[in-house]
């Protein structure tokens, strides 16, 4: 099944983990569900394989603290601290399967915003060869740049307007 990933930008935090148990993608106006300028993917997870689009766009040395978040939901002072109390969770406690929210530090987005457009292809040809990606048949290079291009003007947008990215993540 894996991972869906969300990739959005938002004033701040407090707006962006508003009603965190629904998609940043679909907005419901009859719920009341917030939209957001959002990113959809899946297996995209912001430490390793969006980490390795920074460093390459970047020319940095990849690590996975690269895109060093912060979890924002669920709060991160109500972790359970013991086996005691993962086990006492509720089968729908979003510190099990999530959703999950983590704001991305200013640098991976200013990198992202940052990238000339002429070496996007060049970069979603690389980033499509990762390791991470091997499980694969064939990667479609074609897709890689469209996900490229819409992470990277995602960041423009975010940085043009003083926000943050964020992601929301939910198994």
Known sequence: ????????????RETAIVQPEHSRVIADPSRRTPEFDAVETKWIDPHVILGQLVAFIGDVDFS???????????PPEGTPQSDEEWDALPEDSPYLDGPGIAELPVNARDILAGAGDSRLPVVAERWAKIEEFSHFTSVDVGYMLSLVEELVGLARRAKKDDQMLYCWMCA
């Open 1 to 12: 099944m894996g991972v869906f990933y969300e990739y959005y930008r938002a004033a701040d």
């Open 64 to 74: 996975t603290d690269l895109v060093d978040t912060v979890p924002l939901y669920p």
